[in-house]
């Protein structure tokens, strides 16, 4: 079953930082896409069996962490 999680990850202000991020936590098993906003410094992760501690982890792997 497909699902959608939000994190806020602060520290994001540019398309490196969106490029990092997105590179890392696509990389994962079930993800399906992945949107980073740079304006609210919100990540939504969209597909199945995700993996939060997983995902925490790949996002703190491009730099950054998950709130």
């Known amino acids: 079953m497909m699902e959608t ?3 806020t990850v602060p520290g994001m202000h540019c398309g ?19 949107v980073v906003d740079l ?3 919100r990540v939504e ?5 995700l993996d939060d501690a ?9 730099g950054y962490e998950a709130a």
Not at 17 to 33: T, Y
């Open 5 to 7: 999680v939000l994190y």
């Open 16 to 34: 490196h930082c969106e490029a990092a991020v997105k590179e890392e936590v696509s990389r994962l098993p079930g993800v399906e896409s992945v």
């Open 39 to 41: 304006d609210s410094q």
């Open 45 to 49: 992760v969209t597909g199945t069996a």
């Open 54 to 62: 997983a995902i925490r982890a790949a996002i703190e792997e491009a």
